[in-house]
């Protein structure tokens, strides 16, 4: 692992998979957009290289893009989303691997994976690979955003022989650039998946998204809001590259871009343009600052003064209940989902309403 990094410049990638299918040779497309992006990032933001320059300054560690930027938003059923899904080492995390060693820089993305375990499912998957090419974190996203996202979380197969101990929730990997976790777009909709992340050590959350038309313009402003409080509550650095495309480029989906990263008292740090447009940015990221903070800031410490005793609310029976059966069933898609997601709000919504005054 060698010794740690301090401080070191972060950057983010509002990229789009431009591609309107996924598949092995859509992939290749987009690990070259992904390729070319990176050299542009890489050149834009590398300052100066001589002694001269402070040593922070000229060490670009990280390197993100979105939710599925190396094969693409598979919107169609699960056998399509196969088409595209890669096991993990593969194809993807070699290629990548690749830059990471080049450029001494750890390299951050979302991508659709598979498990032998599952051969039949694909995941929306978050992979980190350090400085040489190693995957030091793969993340399976818990919190698919149902109705229209059709794959399964880990939590669906639970029961069936999802294995916690190779493949756990929330993995957090401690590296020489500080202790990393990643969730997904729609696990930034409720406080836990942050809150589990920090508590099981992340100082900083790579938040990779695809998050649709309204939900990131005013006057909702979902995007920003979920990354910023993210920080504050968990006292970390939230990394947030989002994508930016019109519904034109990949019917109906628009995206409004606005990359951002937030540092752990909230501070918005640096973002990309909030429109349908490519953009990067860059900010410096510093460990040394968020564990003096964690450890010296008495008030607003929503970390050491959590009392986890206050809360059963995750106990009740009603929670969404599991499906396993995704895993079995390749042409389970978008409207086997909605058909999911509307009995699961009438049991909630009517368990939670019968003793409301009507």
Known sequence: MGDLISR??????????????VGPEATKRNLKRMKDYFDY??????????????EYSKQIKVVSYPEYAANGYPAGSMEEALKASEEVPGMITD????????????????????????????????????????????????????????WPSPYDLIDIGWDLEKYPYYPVAKTSIGNWGAMICNDGMTPEGGRQLAFNGAECIYHPELLMDPW???????????????SVTNMCYTLAPHSGWSPIQMPPYGMQGGSLISDFEGRLLCRCP???VESTMQTTIDIGAVRHYRMSMPTHNGL???????????????TFPKHPQIAEDPEWDMYKSRAVMREAMDTFWGDYYKDAVK
């Open 274 to 276: 909030l429109a349908g």
């Open 304 to 318: 050491n003064s959590f009392k986890g005793g206050l809360f059963d609310y995750f106990k009740r029976d009603i």
């Open 95 to 150: 290629e990548i691997g690749k830059w990471c060693k080049e450029f001494d820089t750890y390299i951050m993305y979302g991508m659709g994976s598979t498990v032998p375990e599952f051969p039949k499912t694909s995941f929306d998957t978050a992979i980190i690979q350090d400085d040489k090419g190693e995957v030091v974190l793969r993340y399976h996203k818990c919190n698919p955003w149902i109705p229209d996202e059709y």
């Open 216 to 230: 990131v313009i005013p006057p909702l402003e979902y995007y920003e809001l979920q990354n910023r409080w993210c």
């Open 41 to 54: 990032t890489y050149e834009q933001y590398s300052y100066c290289t001589d002694a001269s320059c402070s």
């Open 8 to 21: 070191y410049m972060c950057c983010g990638i509002q990229y789009s998979p431009v591609e309107q299918h």
